[in-house]
């Protein structure tokens, strides 16, 4: 990374060769689970029509996660974040609150895609501080079905 610059070059796996300004890393002071290691990701809009959007690690190229927001789907989706985080993501304002969930996207059947609603990916944007919350005392799924067909529902 050239530090003289306010952009960085990032090779990825997943995206090729992009370029990002320094300000759209967020330092990630709760890990995401299972990459603690791994503190700093941006988001990619690859598709900028499209729900989904990619956080990308800009430790490790190969990592990223497809991401999404619930009320693009219509989802009612709301939760207090703990006092804990809250201090750790010195969040001043919640308006400067961005939540996003890791979306899981079945290549062999996309519309079976799911997305996880017990741990969201909270943002706050005033400071670039971000962190995955694993909800507790909740009915929030793992693997809430973001396209099921309505005539199945009972």
Request: charged fraction near 25%; hydrophobic fraction near 40%.
């Amino acid at each position: 990374m050239d530090k003289n610059t306010d952009k960085i070059t990032l090779k990825t796996t997943k995206f090729g060769e992009i370029e990002i300004d320094k300000s759209t890393i967020f330092d990630f002071v709760g890990p995401i689970i299972g990459f603690s290691d791994l503190k700093n990701y941006t988001i990619v809009d690859y598709k900028p029509d499209s729900p989904f959007k990619w956080l990308q690690s800009v430790e490790d190229m190969d990592l990223a996660f497809p991401i999404t927001l619930c009320s693009f789907f219509g989802i009612d989706y709301q939760f207090n974040i703990p006092d804990e985080e809250a201090q750790k993501l010195k969040i001043e304002n919640p308006d400067d609150i961005v939540v996003f969930n890791i979306v899981n996207i079945p290549s062999s059947n996309p519309q079976g895609a799911t997305v996880n609603m017990l741990a969201p990916i909270v943002v706050n944007l005033a400071n670039k501080k971000a962190m995955q919350i694993v909800l507790k005392n909740t009915d929030f799924q793992v693997r809430y079905k973001l396209f099921e067909n309505k005539e199945m529902k009972e």
